[in-house]
DNA sequence: CCATTGACGAAGA
DNA sequence: TTCTTCGCCAATG
């Protein structure tokens, strides 16, 4: 199940995001959230976990952590921006894997700000 | 084998 | 939205 996790990581795109339970559910495995994350924390070098965030859309992991850090620094490195909270927006930077990769709303979700 | 914990999530307060 | 409780599954003690 971990490698099917690895696979709709990796197709995740730079700038995208997708939630612990989003990639659960696209498995077929909705209850298993925890599952995935345990996976992402064995995460191969190969696979982008800093793409998977909570479904707040923020870093898990302590912060402290270098590896929380990093992850962070590399979603900004991809565009994803972060607000005071840590936080980013799923709805706009949710990736679904059958969805057309559109950055217009984007922008424009962008503009809402906080809440 | 049983008890806790954890890169989670949803529901209740 | 934040905090707590419950559920869920795997790893660890």
């Not at 995460?43 to 870093?59: I, K, M, S, T, Y």
């Not at 059958?98 to 809440?115: I, K, N, P, V, Y």
Request: overall charge negative; aromatic content about 6%.
């Amino acid at each position: 199940l971990n490698e099917r996790v690895y696979a709709l990581v990796r197709s995740v795109p730079p700038g995208r995001v997708m939630s612990y339970g989003a990639v659960a559910r696209h498995l077929g495995a909705p209850g298993k959230a925890r599952e995935v994350g345990w996976a992402m924390h064995q995460c191969p070098d190969d696979v982008p976990a800093h793409r998977v965030l909570n479904r707040f859309g923020e870093v898990s992991g302590d912060l402290t952590t270098s590896g929380a850090e990093i992850r962070r620094v590399r979603l900004e490195a991809e565009g994803v921006l972060f607000d005071e909270q840590g936080r980013c927006d799923l709805g706009c930077y949710g990736w679904l894997p059958s969805s057309t990769d559109d950055g217009t709303t984007l922008a424009d979700a962008r503009d809402e700000g906080d809440r």
